[in-house]
């Protein structure tokens, strides 16, 4: 049952559903009513249709329904679906790692319908953003004492990770796009984080244009590398932070989409003075990354993560 309740914050498809057994589902129902009603009061047409699904099954398997979980689906018949560029609350449940006794929640509020067909990419979370994040708090020796700052933030999914679940020090936000960075006050509330804390920074930072701020000791970055175009002022903005501090440590997390992007990267990276492994991949998120507590398509490519230094 955790694994479908992870599974519906995140609002994974109803079809990726039918993986718990119909017993489980008629011995749980009451958690599952809790659960379907509060996510209704975000998505009353995904937990419809969910419930739809889920009573279908039942009634297949001739289990008996309970009441007050029928009336409840009753009660939502009329829901219309979210557009693509309607906002809602999706909540992220990171598996604990062995040493922490919890997951790590992190909630987010975007359009996880749109594409980048709209106007901007950053409204909603993509796949690398989930792995990256995953990756940092399975390894907890880098970040603490750090100053952190995540490129290209979109939705802040990783600085969020590192600044609720890591002994970072400082998290800077930056994005291009100032109207993300303003977005992000509802985000910031659910997460119970005030833009007024000095732990955290929020800041336009436009690649080959605008510095990195002095004291920054790891820069990581999701899904930042898909446009071939702008990978030569990302390296830019990269090759100048390495010369404020030879120190600096880069993470970036790639998803595979496209080859012929990618070998940009790759390329550009060694004509340059930048050392660089990847230290982290998965060739089908979808199988490799069950146990992580993040749901991946079955469409997901791979996914890497680069370490540069100088």
């Given at each position: 049952?955790?694994s479908?309740i ?7 498809p109803v079809k ?8 489980e589902?008629a011995?749980?129902?009451q ?6 009603e509060?996510?209704?009061n975000?998505?009353?047409y ?6 739809k699904?889920a009573?279908?099954?039942l009634e297949?398997?001739?289990?008996e329904l309970?009441?007050e979980l029928?009336?409840f ?6 829901a ?6 309607d906002f809602e609350?999706?909540?992220?449940s990171?598996k604990a ?12 509020n975007e359009?996880?319908?749109l594409?980048s067909?709209?106007g901007t ?5 993509w ?9 940092l708090?399975?390894?907890?020796d880098l970040?603490?004492?750090?100053t952190v700052?995540?490129l290209?933030?979109g ?7 590192l600044?609720?679940?890591t002994g970072?020090?400082?998290i ?7 109207n ?7 985000t ?7 833009k007024d804390d000095?732990?955290?920074?929020f800041q336009?930072l ?17 899904d930042i590398t898909?446009?071939?175009t ?6 830019q903005t ?5 010369l404020?501090?030879p120190?600096?440590?880069?993470y ?6 496209n080859?012929?992007?990618i070998?940009?990267w790759?390329?550009s990276?060694?004509q340059?003075?930048i050392?660089?492994?990847v230290i982290s991949y998965?060739s089908?998120?979808?199988?490799d990354?069950?146990d992580?507590g ?5 469409t997901t490519?791979?996914i890497?993560?680069y370490?540069l230094r100088?």
């Amino acid at each position: 049952m955790d694994s479908l309740i992870r599974k519906i914050r995140q609002r994974v498809p109803v079809k990726y559903l039918e993986d718990i057994s119909t017993a489980e589902l008629a011995l749980n129902t009451q958690r599952l009513l809790r659960e379907c009603e509060l996510i209704a009061n975000r998505n009353p047409y995904y937990i419809l249709t969910f419930l739809k699904s889920a009573i279908k099954r039942l009634e297949q398997d001739n289990c008996e329904l309970d009441d007050e979980l029928f009336e409840f689906f009753s009660e939502l018949l009329g829901a219309k679906p979210l557009s693509p560029t309607d906002f809602e609350v999706i909540t992220y449940s990171i598996k604990a790692a062995e040493r922490v006794e919890k997951d790590s929640i992190i909630e987010i509020n975007e359009s996880p319908q749109l594409i980048s067909g709209y106007g901007t990419t950053g409204r909603r979370t993509w796949e690398a953003a989930l792995y990256l994040s995953n990756y940092l708090l399975e390894n907890p020796d880098l970040v603490p004492g750090k100053t952190v700052l995540e490129l290209g933030a979109g939705t802040g999914l990783v600085s969020l990770a590192l600044g609720k679940y890591t002994g970072a020090s400082s998290i800077v936000v930056t994005d291009g796009d100032a109207n993300l960075i303003e977005n992000l006050g509802a985000t910031l509330k659910l997460n119970n984080i005030s833009k007024d804390d000095p732990k955290w920074i929020f800041q336009s930072l436009l690649w080959g244009e605008d510095q990195v701020p002095d004291g920054v000791d790891i820069l990581v970055g999701a899904d930042i590398t898909y446009d071939s175009t702008i990978i030569p002022v990302l390296l830019q903005t990269i090759t100048a932070a390495f010369l404020q501090n030879p120190n600096l440590v880069v993470y970036i997390s790639a998803t595979i989409r496209n080859e012929e992007t990618i070998a940009v990267w790759d390329n550009s990276i060694a004509q340059s003075d930048i050392q660089c492994s990847v230290i982290s991949y998965s060739s089908c998120p979808n199988q490799d990354l069950k146990d992580s507590g993040i749901w991946y398509s079955v469409t997901t490519p791979e996914i890497r993560i680069y370490e540069l230094r100088k």
